[in-house]
Nanobody
Framework: QVQLVESGGGLVFPGGSMKLSCEGI????????MAWFRQAPGKERAFVAT????????YYAEGVRGRFTISKDKARNTLYLQMNRLKTEDTALYYC?????????????????WGRGTQVTVSS
C-alpha cells in the first residue's frame, strides 16, 4: 500500500523554527514532483511549496517565500519542509503530496498521493 506519512508538527512560538518530514512508503518517489499544502481552520487547502523530481527547482507561495525551504532526500524517500520565522498565520494542518510525473505543480489536482497531515500550531 502506497502511503505518505508526515511528521514533525507541534507547537512553536512565533519567530521559531520547525522542520516537517514526509516519508514515502510502498513505492519510490524519486521520479515524482512533490509538494506541501496546508489547511487552516475554516479555510480551504492552500499551496505552500513544490519541488521537481531532481530537486533542482522549487517554487513557493508568496506568503512563505524566504522563510520556508522545501527539499527531498531520494535515498531516504523523504520530503522535507524547513520553516523559519514562523508566524501565527502559519498555523494549519500541513499535508505532503506526490505525483506520478516529475514536474513541480502548485495545483492540488495534479497530485495523486496524499498524506494525512501533521498539525503545526504557532502560538505564544
Amino acid at each position: 500500500q502506497v502511503q505518505l506519512v508526515e511528521s514533525g508538527g507541534g507547537l512553536v512560538f512565533p519567530g521559531g523554527s520547525m522542520k516537517l518530514s514526509c516519508e514515502g512508503i510502498g513505492r519510490t518517489f524519486a521520479s515524482s514532483g512533490m509538494a506541501w499544502f496546508r489547511q487552516a481552520p475554516g479555510k480551504e487547502r492552500a499551496f505552500v511549496a513544490t519541488i521537481n523530481s531532481s530537486g533542482g527547482y522549487a517554487y513557493y507561495a508568496e506568503g512563505v517565500r524566504g522563510r520556508f525551504t522545501i527539499s527531498k532526500d531520494k535515498a531516504r524517500n523523504t520530503l522535507y519542509l524547513q520553516m523559519n520565522r514562523l508566524k501565527t498565520e502559519d498555523t494549519a494542518l500541513y499535508y505532503c503530496a506526490a505525483r506520478d510525473l516529475g514536474g513541480a505543480q502548485t495545483d492540488a489536482a495534479s497530485y495523486q498521493y496524499w498524506g494525512r497531515g501533521t498539525q503545526v500550531t504557532v502560538s505564544s
